[in-house]
């Protein structure tokens, strides 16, 4: 998931998934966060909003 989508970032698609799972009682599908941004607190930003890994693209 490219965290800097146009119209819906990242961060509020990955959120709206995660909120469709769990209404429709769905198993969670993995989301892996594309992002530029290496830093270490990014990482926890990316889990925060329901993905699993992170991906640092150069």
């Given at each position: 998931m490219d965290?800097?989508?146009p119209v819906m970032d990242g961060f509020d698609a990955s959120k709206a998934i995660r909120r469709w799972e769990k209404e429709e009682e769905k198993k969670q599908i993995s989301i892996i966060a594309l992002t530029a941004h290496a830093v270490e607190g990014y990482r926890d930003t990316c889990l925060q909003h329901g993905m699993r890994l992170r991906a640092?693209?150069?």
């Open positions: 965290v800097q989508r640092v693209r150069g």
